[in-house]
C-alpha cells in the first residue's frame, strides 16, 4: 500500500516556474514507477510525464517536452515534477501516481495503468 500526497501547486503568470512535489509514504518507494497526470476542467486525465524506478528513464508528453522535468529523491520518498515556461493550458489539477515494478514503456503514459493515486494539487496559470 502506498499513500501520495502532492503538494506545490499555486497561482503564476504565463513564463513562470513551479515546482510540484509528491510525497510517498511506504517501504518500497525505490521499487515503484511513478507518474504525473493532470485533468483540466471538462477534459480527461492527461500524461504529463513519468519515471521508471530506478531513476534512470523518463518519459514526457509532447506538449511538455523540453519545460517539464520529473525526478525522483529515493532517500526522502518524493517525486518532483520542475515546470518552467509555464503557459495558460498547463492549468489544470497535477496528480501523483505509483505502481510497482517496471512496466513497459508504453504503459508509462496510461491512467489504467497506475494502482495508487494522490488527491493532485492546483496549477493555475493566468495570461
Known amino acids: 500500500q502506498v499513500q501520495l500526497v502532492e503538494s506545490g501547486g499555486g497561482l503564476v503568470q504565463t513564463g513562470d516556474s513551479l515546482r510540484l512535489s509528491c510525497a510517498a509514504s511506504?517501504?518500497?518507494?525505490?521499487?515503484?514507477?511513478m507518474g504525473w497526470f493532470r485533468q483540466a476542467p471538462g477534459k480527461e486525465r492527461e500524461f504529463v510525464a513519468a519515471?521508471?524506478?530506478?531513476?534512470?528513464?523518463?518519459y514526457y508528453a509532447t506538449s511538455v517536452k523540453g519545460r517539464f522535468t520529473i525526478s525522483r529523491n529515493t532517500a526522502n520518498n518524493t517525486v518532483y515534477l520542475q515546470m518552467n515556461s509555464l503557459r495558460p493550458e498547463d492549468t489544470a489539477i497535477y496528480y501523483c501516481?505509483?505502481?510497482?515494478?517496471?512496466?513497459?514503456?508504453?504503459?508509462?503514459?496510461?491512467?489504467?495503468?497506475?494502482?495508487?493515486w494522490g488527491q493532485g494539487t492546483q496549477v493555475t496559470v493566468s495570461s
Open positions: 501516481a505509483a505502481r510497482p515494478g517496471y512496466f513497459g514503456r508504453s504503459y508509462y503514459s496510461k491512467v489504467d495503468s497506475y494502482d495508487y
Open positions: 519515471i521508471i524506478h530506478s531513476g534512470d528513464i523518463s
Open positions: 511506504g517501504r518500497s518507494f525505490s521499487w515503484y514507477g
